[in-house]
């Protein structure tokens, strides 16, 4: 199987060279590979002492900066490489200040990682929520028994359909037993994995809820939107009685627009939106500002060329840039985030939920934890047409008490959650000591 597995991936890697011909995002898939081993080699030396973190992509890295940010405090004199496997991780946090090396994973063939582990040779190794490449683990086991390398799943999420459980998995079995320990989400994963022999194994809860506490703590104030909503001093407080009403719509889809944008033309002048898109390609910003019936301004028009400086005069504010959503959340009084019309399902809700945000989502959120959770605890509204989109916003602009009800279910139950990066960290660090 692993021969074919081989065969399979080789191919692959001369299969993307061609779409990358016809595909932007392809090529920085491809043309972001080209360089890694001359960018480790540059920047690592074989004395350096490292550990390595793995992201599928952008949500897996901000899943595991708490755990990164941990590790570096606790190993300050360690190098910290961070690896994304898609563009949409890295060409966003490619300049990051919490790792010494950020780089793209190459491909997983036998010759790619024996050089990567080679270069980088890790300490710990840590994979990210999911992301089980067998060339690379088995690298990290060879490596494991020269030099002791730790390899770690954290906030791992496992599913009874994934071939480790089934009839055939015994090749994917394999690759799981390099791992030293797994960090779970859940009981239901834990169970999995010991349903297939696997004892090394805690329940340490999703670091994604320390990352979004953690929001908190820093400073998420941004002029340009307290403008265009036009506050006054108490802008945190969901009790004082303020000019506008303001729905952020993060992370949104064609099919989310298609519903919003119907909302927001028929909706009263003191409500004000923020929307985010998904994509923030050049079309479909301007296809989604044209189809808008209220005065709409871009982010690009006015905050990057700063040549419009009234900003309070306009209800619909589209945010054609990345980065700033998070902090955008702490302005809203109710989010609508996007995905839950699509397949895998709904975007980050712990971003909105915890300034005390009620979150309202597309009808796709089986396979997330907290959107199921939030739902059964009413702190979140999982819509499936206009008619229940309409009820749902109207409810919470004009009913305060209920809106901050659901708010308050939000903050709690992030609350509630935190501490898985404690966990692993207490793990780590007895470890160490013993």
């Known amino acids: 199987m692993l021969f074919i597995y081989n065969i399979i991936t080789l191919l692959a890697a001369q299969l993307l060279k061609i779409v990358a011909l016809f595909s932007p995002k392809m090529k920085l898939f491809v043309d972001g590979r080209n360089s890694v081993f001359q960018t480790l080699a540059d920047q690592i030396q074989s004395s350096d002492k490292t550990i390595w973190f793995h992201a599928a992509s952008l949500g897996e890295y901000e899943q595991g900066l708490p755990v990164i940010e941990a590790i570096k405090q606790q190993f300050p004199t360690h190098k910290i490489v961070v690896t994304f496997f898609s563009p949409s991780g890295y060409e966003v946090r490619k300049n990051n200040m919490v790792a010494d090396v950020t780089v793209y994973l190459p491909l997983d063939t036998i010759s790619n990682a024996k050089q990567f582990i080679e270069l980088v ?6 994979f990210i929520k999911y992301e089980y490449w067998p060339n690379y683990l088995n690298e990290l086991k060879k490596q494991s028994r020269s030099f002791g390398t730790k390899t770690y799943l954290i906030s791992g999420i496992l599913r009874e359909k994934q071939a480790f459980f089934k009839w055939y998995g015994g090749f994917y079995r394999n690759a799981l037993k390099t791992f030293d320990y797994f960090f779970v989400q859940n009981e239901s994963s834990k169970k999995l994995l010991q349903s297939i022999g696997f004892n090394n194994v805690k329940i340490s809860g999703d670091t994604r809820f320390d990352r979004v506490v953690s929001i908190l703590e820093r400073d998420n104030a941004m002029d340009f939107i307290e403008q265009f909503k036009n506050l006054d001093s108490a802008r945190f407080d969901k009790n004082v009685n303020q000019k506008a009403k303001v729905v952020v719509i993060g992370s949104s889809w064609p099919k989310d627009e298609a519903l919003l944008v119907n909302y927001i033309n028929q909706s009263s002048d003191d409500v004000k939106f923020i929307i985010a898109p998904h994509n923030i390609k050049q079309e479909q910003i301007s296809n989604l500002k044209n189809q808008i019936q209220k005065k709409t ?5 006015n905050v990057e060329t700063r040549l419009i400086p009234s900003l309070q005069e306009y209800n619909v504010f589209i945010i054609d840039t990345i980065g700033i959503l998070t902090k955008i959340y702490s302005y809203a009084d109710i989010a609508y985030v996007g995905g839950g019309f699509g397949n895998p399902g709904v975007h980050n809700i712990l971003e909105p939920a915890t300034f005390g945000v009620p979150v309202v989502i597309g009808p796709n959120y089986s396979h997330f934890a907290e959107a199921t959770a939030l739902v059964n605890m009413e702190g979140c509204i999982s819509i499936q047409n206009q008619t229940q989109l309409n009820e749902a ?3 919470l ?3 305060e008490d209920e809106r ?20 692993i960290m207490n793990h780590i660090t007895n470890e160490t000591i013993n």
């Not at 901050?404 to 966990?423: D, P, R, W, Y």
């Open 121 to 126: 040779h890790p300490e710990m190794a840590f």
């Open 297 to 301: 301004i871009l982010f690009s028009e």
């Open 393 to 395: 916003f109207d409810l």
């Open 397 to 399: 602009l004009h009913n």
């Open 404 to 423: 901050l009800e659901k708010g308050h279910i939000c903050s709690t139950f992030v609350q509630m959650n935190k501490g898985a990066t404690q966990t």
